[in-house]
């Protein structure tokens, strides 16, 4: 519930599949539809395609860019990584990237490898 309560806004509609786990979403005022993927005699990719779409894009590019190699330890950050490229395919000013990326490469100061895992990680 809190990744609900911190990530959908109150009064959305969330769409899950019947594990039991969810029933909680409706408390704080959410309208929540429930898919029973094994009662419906669909393929989940017909049944939900948009959350089959995007796991399974996630696996091809976690294998494909990753090469099957990505540690739990840094998940959360493989995860933004997808989040933001996932969201910048539709996006018109692709190409604007490049050109704001730049700038902020020359000004910014290096950090090593080392300074990020150390940062994030507590027993480091």
Request: aromatic share 8%.
């Given at each position: 519930?809190?990744?609900?309560?911190?990530?959908?806004?109150?009064?959305?509609?969330?769409?899950?599949?019947?594990?039991?786990?969810?029933?909680?979403?409706?408390?704080?005022?959410?309208?929540?539809?429930?898919?029973?993927?094994?009662?419906?005699?669909?393929?989940?990719?017909?049944?939900?395609?948009?959350?089959h779409?995007?796991?399974?894009?996630?696996k091809?590019?976690?294998?494909?860019?990753?090469?099957?190699?990505?540690?739990?330890?840094?998940?959360?950050?493989?995860?933004?990584?997808?989040?933001?490229?996932l969201?910048?395919?539709?996006?018109?000013?692709?190409?604007?990237?490049?050109?704001?990326?730049?700038?902020?490469a020359?000004?910014?100061?290096?950090?090593?490898?080392?300074?990020?895992?150390?940062?994030?990680?507590?027993?480091?």
């Amino acid at each position: 519930m809190p990744f609900v309560c911190d990530n959908i806004e109150p009064g959305s509609t969330v769409l899950t599949d019947a594990w039991r786990g969810d029933n909680r979403v409706t408390k704080p005022g959410y309208t929540h539809i429930t898919t029973n993927l094994s009662a419906s005699g669909e393929p989940a990719h017909v049944a939900m395609p948009g959350v089959h779409r995007i796991a399974a894009l996630l696996k091809r590019w976690l294998l494909g860019i990753h090469q099957g190699a990505a540690s739990g330890k840094h998940l959360e950050y493989y995860l933004d990584a997808y989040t933001f490229r996932l969201n910048r395919r539709p996006s018109a000013s692709r190409g604007l990237l490049f050109s704001r990326l730049m700038p902020q490469a020359v000004v910014t100061k290096p950090v090593s490898s080392r300074q990020i895992i150390c940062d994030h990680d507590p027993n480091m």
